[in-house]
């Protein structure tokens, strides 16, 4: 069971983070589905992440490039 102040650490921010690095370092590709992410991440942390991506409207088989609309690129002005 997750309590509140469980729930409060694993938060989406924290996520999309984790799944930045994880791009970044080449584990996975953006295009690929967001469940792909829980092979990276431990089982109790996935279970928090399963109800913040739900909490947000995400579902797991979208692309992680959608979890990471928010991403901002270098060449940008």
């Not at 089982?43 to 409207?57: G, I, P, S, T």
Request: glycine share 0%; proline share 3%.
């Amino acid at each position: 069971m997750v309590t509140s102040s469980q729930r409060k650490i694993y938060t989406l921010d924290s996520l999309r983070d984790e799944a930045r690095e994880l791009v970044y370092s080449k584990a996975v590709d953006r295009q690929q589905p967001i469940y792909i992410l829980c092979q990276h991440i431990p089982e109790h942390r996935w279970q928090c992440f399963e109800l913040e991506l739900a909490e947000h409207e995400f579902l797991q088989r979208d692309r992680i490039i959608d979890l990471l609309s928010q991403e901002r690129w270098e060449t940008d002005a």
